[in-house]
């Protein structure tokens, strides 16, 4: 099947879908970095969040800018961004870009404090915004989009987000 006739809704749907294995892999993390009374093994676990801030980074920061700059725009036209569903989407993606800034930035220095509760705090924080992101996304959004949307402007914003695949691949 040809890239750009997939429903650019699945194709978010399907980015969902990783970034939920992603988050249940950070849950399960913070649970047991909590748990764990050795500082060795919490070092390792930490050591592991770092491969999540990579991940958030690189392929949540390219889903977000998928929507920002493919969906959104198009959707805008039939439901306004100024305020409502996709109003709260931005300011839900400018929440977790802060919290993820936080919660790098404490790992980070976990090395030198050795404290761990203002990680598990961030990266539970992190955790629930985002699940609860996607739920809104897909229960609400999403419905929106595929109600609204003719065929053509789906390809539309199909062929945006090829390109946006194909930039942050080359960066």
Known sequence: METSSIDPIIALK??????????????????????????GLRNNLINQLNE????????????????EDGLFPVLGKYIGTE???IHVMLLEHKQSREISS????????????????SILNDGFAFFKLL???IDKEE?????????????EE??????KF????????ET
Do not use: C, W
């Not at 229960?139 to 065929?151: E, K, R, T, V």
């Not at 789906?154 to 062929?159: F, G, L, S």
């Open 14 to 39: 399907s980015d969902h879908e990783i970034v939920r294995s992603v988050l249940n892999n950070l849950e399960e993390y913070l649970k047991k970095i909590g748990r764990v009374s050795s500082e």
């Open 52 to 67: 999540i801030t990579a991940f958030i980074d690189k392929d949540l920061e390219v889903h977000f800018k998928k929507e």
């Open 83 to 85: 305020t409502g569903p």
């Open 102 to 117: 936080e919660f790098k930035s404490k790992i980070k220095s976990y090395q030198t404090t050795k404290e761990f509760n």
């Open 131 to 133: 699940s609860e992101h």
């Open 139 to 151: 229960q609400i959004l999403f419905n929106m989009a595929d109600m609204q949307l003719s065929q």
């Open 154 to 159: 789906k390809h539309e914003i199909m062929q």
């Open 162 to 169: 090829l390109s946006i695949s194909s930039v942050s691949r």
